[in-house]
């Protein structure tokens, strides 16, 4: 996936409709070829759905830790470390 590493922010770009034309045909030529890719598009996408959709909700602060930590775990076994 390091190739695709370099598209994670184009990607963004897209769903939120601001890549000029001509990175938007190179980056949608990349996802025709990419499952990966097309798969974090979608789930952007519903993402950012569900977020316009829905409505705050404040977690206690020991369950938000549990859970970003818990999400940053499966990122970095999935995709590596973050480069922070």
Known sequence: MSRCDKRIQE??????GELDSEVCE???KHLAECKNCRLMVD????????CKDGHCEDLPED????????IRK???KKFGRSSK
């Open 74 to 76: 499966r990122w970095e």
């Open 43 to 50: 789930s952007m996408k519903q993402t950012v759905q569900l």
């Open 63 to 70: 369950i938000a830790e549990k859970l970003n930590e818990s």
């Open 11 to 16: 990607i963004a770009d897209y769903i939120d």
């Open 26 to 28: 190179k980056l949608e």
